[in-house]
Antibody, heavy 120, light 110 residues
Framework: QVQLVQSGAEVRKPGASVKVSCKASGYTLTRFYLHWVRQAPGQGLEWMGI????????IYAQNFQGRLTMTTDTSTSSVYLDLSSLRSEDTAVYYC?????????????WGQGTLVTVSS | QSALTQPPSASGSPGQSVTISCTGTSSDVGGYNYVSWYQQHPGKAPKYMIY???KRPSGVPDRFSGSKSGNTASLTVSGLQAEDEADYYCSSYAGSNNYVFGTGTKVTVL
């Protein structure tokens, strides 16, 4: 079945960077766009951006431009989120999420989430 | 891009119906038919329940339905069951390759 399996929890100090991985299985990675969404503790969902794993085209939400990089490794069916210049407000669960094949702006499958804690 | 506005909470007794609103603008909810609804249980990843305003994925009970009027979308859960107690989020395409979520609604089954 379709699955997105993410890397484990991370702890970083303010100013550092973090890289979260998301491995796709049960489908061909390059046929579906991937979103990244985060959720701070007790808060709502926040869209971070979207990428086309075929070719690597990315679109980042304005709030993250300059700090966010999304990449893909098709050889391992994995996508990566790299967030730099971390601050305490970046403490959140980060989700990768697959878009539907014929509806880029509908998410039909989510990873289990990766908790990133930013603390000195 | 501002979050779409949802009521913080909604509730109903088992068997009753509850409707959650999601208010945006003509630049997001009102401008596109890419409104989705997600259900999230505590500590779990969201799950899509409705997409493109009113379409229901296979496996989602027909107790869940979606609609839209102007800049406001709605999710109705009929015949409430205990397992429907969760947080619900709407989302919408917002033009210019932007995407926005709602503020979230906690549904309580009394």
């Amino acid at each position: 079945q379709v699955q997105l399996v993410q890397s484990g929890a991370e702890v970083r100090k303010p100013g550092a960077s973090v890289k979260v991985s998301c491995k796709a299985s049960g489908y061909t990675l390059t046929r579906f766009y991937l979103h990244w969404v985060r959720q701070a503790p007790g808060q709502g969902l926040e869209w971070m951006g979207i990428m086309n794993p075929r070719g690597g085209t990315t679109i980042y939400a304005q709030n993250f431009q300059g700090r966010l990089t999304m990449t893909t490794d098709t050889s391992t069916s994995s996508v990566y989120l790299d967030l730099s210049s971390l601050r305490s407000e970046d403490t959140a669960v980060y989700y990768c999420a697959r878009a539907m094949a014929d509806s880029t702006w509908t998410i039909d499958c989510w990873g289990q989430g990766t908790l990133v804690t930013v603390s000195s | 891009q501002s979050a779409l506005t949802q009521p913080p909470s909604a509730s109903g007794s088992p068997g009753q119906s509850v409707t959650i609103s999601c208010t945006g603008t003509s630049s997001d909810v009102g401008g596109y038919n890419y409104v989705s609804w997600y259900q999230q249980h505590p500590g779990k990843a969201p799950k899509y329940m409705i997409y493109e305003v009113s379409k229901r994925p296979s496996g989602v009970p027909d107790r869940f339905s979606g609609s839209k009027s102007g800049n406001t979308a709605s999710l109705t859960v009929s015949g409430l069951q205990a397992e429907d107690e969760a947080d619900y989020y709407c989302s919408s395409y917002a033009g210019s390759n932007n995407y926005v979520f709602g503020t979230g609604t906690k549904v309580t089954v009394l």
